[in-house]
């Protein structure tokens, strides 16, 4: 199975800011990685998928990068509807796995 | 609109079985394939069950193979999961998901709906 690491688990950001989300793959993955948001109580919403594609309605101060084992979420500048859980999760291979998650707090 | 609505959660003891259903609408259900995932409360997310949209290939976590059956009726819009010999590591909250966008890519979620197994 292919292992999926975020770093960090939790980041502290002021509005405005602008935050980096890594996640790497235990295997190389081409650009099959997608990125999740989730609020509390809430289903995932999918903001980016094949790492670097914006989903239709996704606002464009989210953006990703990266292929093979190394990839990133970068949001250009907070809003405080942004404060939330981010999940990486690679498509490559059967089964579908995901990071654990990091948890983007307001500072 | 795409909607996902699931149903069928609730307590259940050790060993008992449940069935969770998932109503589609807003698309063509039958050219999608459809993905169950669950999370654990306060956990992240774990991916259960997979199947094609025929409903001829199906794969599933080795945590819930031979425990766990997906299942989908294209007539009706419907998936399933049909939930045997549940344990208390089976607590979640299980989401429905369509692949979309990409491949193996989860474009549309439902709201979940939470299996609790204790006794």
């Known amino acids: 199975d292919i292992q999926m690491t975020q770093s960090p688990s939790s980041v502290s950001a002021s509005v405005g800011d602008r935050v980096t989300i890594t996640c790497r793959a235990s295997?190389?993955?081409?650009?099959?990685l997608a990125w999740y948001q989730q609020k509390p109580g809430k289903a995932p919403k999918l903001l980016i998928y094949a790492a670097s594609s914006l989903q239709s309605g996704v606002p464009s101060r989210f953006s990703g990068s990266g292929s093979g084992t190394d990839f990133t979420l970068t949001i250009s500048s907070l809003q405080p509807e942004d404060f939330a859980t981010y999940y990486c999760q690679q498509a490559n291979s059967f089964p579908l796995t995901f990071g654990q998650g990091t948890r983007l707090e307001i500072k | 609109e795409v909607q996902l609505v699931e149903s069928g959660g609730g307590l259940v003891q050790p060993g008992g079985s449940l069935r969770l259903s998932c109503a589609a609408s807003?698309?063509?259900?039958?050219?999608?394939?459809m993905n169950w995932v669950r999370q654990a409360p306060g956990k992240g997310l774990e991916w259960v069950s997979y199947?094609?949209?025929?409903?001829?290939?199906?794969y599933y976590a080795d945590s819930v193979k031979g425990r766990f059956t997906i299942s989908r009726d294209n007539a009706k819009n419907s998936l399933y999961l049909q939930m045997n010999s549940l344990r208390a590591e089976d607590t979640a909250v299980y989401y429905c998901?369509?692949?979309?966008?990409?491949?193996?890519?989860?474009?549309?979620w439902g709201q979940g709906t939470l299996v609790t197994v204790s006794s």
């Open positions: 998901a369509r692949e979309g966008g990409s491949e193996s890519t989860l474009d549309y």
């Open positions: 199947i094609s949209s025929s409903g001829s290939t199906i």
């Open positions: 295997q190389g993955i081409s650009s099959w």
């Open positions: 807003g698309f063509t259900f039958s050219s999608y394939e």
